[in-house]
């Protein structure tokens, strides 16, 4: 093998009924090839399960004048996993990795099962090749004992892993390596907030996940599309008692008949219930608020835990296209710092506007500033921290010049004189004299992003 072949990786996205995959020749990193295959085991489909589709993957990128001339030139495949339990971090796929996904199944049943075929499929298929699977868990591995610990009989934690655990981890370590990239790493207090199909928010202090709204399952924390979230069990004890419902009729009922759409009667896709309020159906307007009041309930409980913040994001689906939902969410909370700008927040502006205030609670600087909106690659942030005033600018618009940037002009209106004069008339002029001074800029935008501000 080559050593420019031994650098090729196949990363592989399994879904409930989908095959999304992309090879990278990590010595760029180059995307070599990509596909996807739907309907899996689904009537139409073209692949009764997920060996017909690996085969068919192969088929795709394997051969003469393919990105691959064969199979054995992979380094690797990669696996996003969700849930094994203590199984977490980033492991080889072995028999013990597999039958501790199978174990917690039960707590994942939308995710694991296919994942489990799927890496099946490949050890059959190509038994030489290394597999590795990245756990969802993982960001939140440094959890402590208090945070994930239930108040149920101990030697449930012990022996049966019953604990909290975090999921959405590549979501979020993705929000924190970039809100630390824009504001300048440090101990930095954030709250990433992924809204979506599947939503959570995760407290973050320094880069390191320090609470998660997520408990055991998928189906715990938030409500989801159609998952339950937080639910008293006691309620669904009684229900089962009262209609004689079994665990999995139960467990059915929670993971796939709940959620927004349990409360709505109908869709749970945010977007649909949006359309549905703003018809005047009380139902659709009830799910949205429950699902705020979440996301609200959580921000307000880590802000507590992280004694303040700096930073919020917004990220996923709902988080990045939901202006109502933002507002909602950051709606009373200007005594906290956190200050959402209505007009960018309506046109997914892409800079911030830091606006200065008195020093407050948060932390005890001379300066405060709260910015409105930033699209950052995939997630909107606010930022609610105390700086001083040579830190003001985290953002690169277009991923060069500020003079291509609208919010330029307020931003150079809120700065104190001493600023104001360095920047000059024109604010792309001064610049290079701000970069000299150290006024941090970092970040850039990429293709997509950058579209869309155009």
Request: proline share 2%; glycine share 14%; charged share 25%.
């Given at each position: 093998m080559s050593s420019q072949a031994a650098k090729r990786l196949l990363i592989a996205n399994i879904g409930s009924t989908s095959f999304k995959y992309r090879m990278f020749d990590m010595c760029g990193p180059t995307v070599l090839a990509q596909g996807r295959i739907e309907r899996i085991g689904q009537a139409g489909g073209a692949c009764p399960d997920y060996e017909a589709a690996l085969a068919l993957c192969l088929e795709t990128i394997v051969g003469p004048g393919k990105a691959l001339g064969s199979v054995h030139e992979l380094a690797g495949i990669g696996f996003k996993a969700v849930h094994a339990g203590m199984v977490s971090g980033t492991r080889l796929i072995d028999g013990e990795v597999l039958a501790a996904m199978e174990e917690f199944s039960f707590l994942a049943p939308a995710h694991n099962p296919p994942y489990i075929a799927a890496m099946r499929a490949f050890r059959h298929a190509m038994p030489e090749v290394p597999l590795v699977a990245l756990f969802e868990t993982a960001f939140f591995d440094k959890l402590d004992e208090a945070t994930v610990t239930y108040a149920v009989p101990y030697r449930w934690k012990e022996v049966d892993g019953v604990r909290r655990y975090g999921f959405h981890g590549a979501s979020h370590r993705a929000a924190s390596e970039r809100a630390r990239q824009l504001c300048g790493g440090g101990d930095l207090r954030h709250i990433s907030c992924h809204l979506g199909g599947s939503s959570s928010l995760a407290a973050v202090r320094g880069g390191v996940a320090v609470d998660t709204s997520f408990g055991i399952s998928p189906q715990s924390g938030l409500p989801q599309n159609n998952r339950v979230g937080d639910f008293d069990v006691y309620a669904a004890l009684y229900v089962m008692e009262k209609y004689g419902l079994t665990v999995p009729e139960m467990a059915r009922t929670l993971a796939c008949e709940a959620g927004l759409a349990g409360i709505a009667g109908g869709s749970g896709d945010v977007r649909d219930l949006e359309e549905a309020a703003a018809r005047?159906?009380?139902?659709?307007?009830?799910?949205?608020?429950?699902?705020?009041?979440?996301?609200?309930?959580?921000?307000?409980?880590?802000?507590?835990?992280?004694?303040?913040?700096?930073?919020?994001?917004?990220?996923?689906?709902?988080?990045?296209?939901?202006?109502?939902?933002?507002?909602?969410?950051?709606?009373?909370?200007?005594?906290?710092?956190?200050?959402?700008?209505?007009?960018?927040?309506?046109?997914?502006?892409?800079?911030?506007?830091?606006?200065?205030?008195?020093?407050?609670?948060?932390?005890?600087?001379?300066?405060?500033?709260?910015?409105?909106?930033?699209?950052?690659?995939?997630?909107?942030?606010?930022?609610?921290?105390?700086?001083?005033?040579?830190?003001?600018?985290?953002?690169?618009?277009?991923?060069?010049?500020?003079?291509?940037?609208?919010?330029?002009?307020?931003?150079?209106?809120?700065?104190?004189?001493?600023?104001r004069q360095r920047i000059g008339k024109n604010p792309a002029d001064g610049l290079e004299q701000l970069e000299q001074d150290r006024l941090r800029c970092s970040g850039g935008f990429g293709e997509e992003s950058r579209r869309r501000h155009d």
């Open positions: 005047g159906d009380a139902r659709a307007k009830l799910a949205l608020d429950v699902f705020v009041r979440a996301v609200r309930h959580y921000l307000g409980a880590f802000l507590v835990e992280l004694g303040g913040l700096d930073v919020l994001t917004f990220s996923g689906g709902i988080g990045e296209n939901s202006a109502g939902v933002r507002a909602a969410v950051c709606a009373g909370l200007a005594g906290f710092g956190i200050e959402l700008d209505a007009e960018r927040n309506a046109g997914r502006a892409m800079c911030a506007i830091w606006k200065r205030r008195r020093r407050g609670a948060m932390r005890g600087r001379n300066w405060r500033w709260t910015c409105s909106c930033a699209r950052w690659r995939g997630s909107w942030g606010c930022r609610a921290s105390s700086v001083a005033p040579r830190e003001i600018m985290h953002l690169r618009c277009n991923g060069a010049k500020f003079s291509s940037c609208s919010c330029l002009p307020d931003l150079v209106r809120g700065q104190p004189a001493g600023i």
